[in-house]
């Protein structure tokens, strides 16, 4: 999501010389936060539930194809070749040695909590379940 973020950004920039593709970018930018950044729940089109990588698809097309119209072809191509190069840059030089460590686990079926630690490698010590409609776990019984 955040990289979406940095080339709508890029786009942003791109077109401030051209006030009606900027009138176009903003209707569109106001959609993409509606139906994607500030969206809490599923979306739903006609009793459908719509996933996220969908919605990014869908506003992502429609976005380019409405700039396009509007005659900034070499502007947008532009602006989303350099989006991509800012982005695989990041992505090539972004370090993730010092992020928190989490943990993954998965129940087996003894109802035991095995986890997966990702400093370790393996399968670590199994965890009994505190409740299982919460999502806290207790090494405790």
Excluded at 44 to 63: Q, S
Aim: glycine residues 4%.
């Amino acid at each position: 999501m955040n990289y979406a973020i940095i080339a709508l950004i890029i786009l942003f920039l791109s077109l401030l010389w051209h006030p009606l593709s900027l009138i176009v970018f903003t209707l569109f930018m106001s959609a993409w936060l509606f139906f994607y950044f500030l969206r809490e729940s599923p979306l739903v089109v006609f009793g459908y539930e719509v996933g996220d990588k969908a919605v990014l698809l869908l506003l992502t097309v429609f976005t380019v194809v409405f700039l396009l119209l509007t005659d900034v072809t070499v502007n947008i191509v532009v602006a989303l070749f350099v989006a991509v190069a800012v982005i695989v840059a990041h992505a090539a030089v972004r370090r993730t040695d010092d992020l928190p460590v989490s943990d993954v686990g998965f129940e087996d079926e003894s109802g035991a909590r095995v986890v997966y630690s990702r400093n370790t490698g393996g399968l670590g010590e199994r965890l009994p379940l505190k409740d299982t409609a919460s999502s806290s776990f207790s090494a405790s019984n």
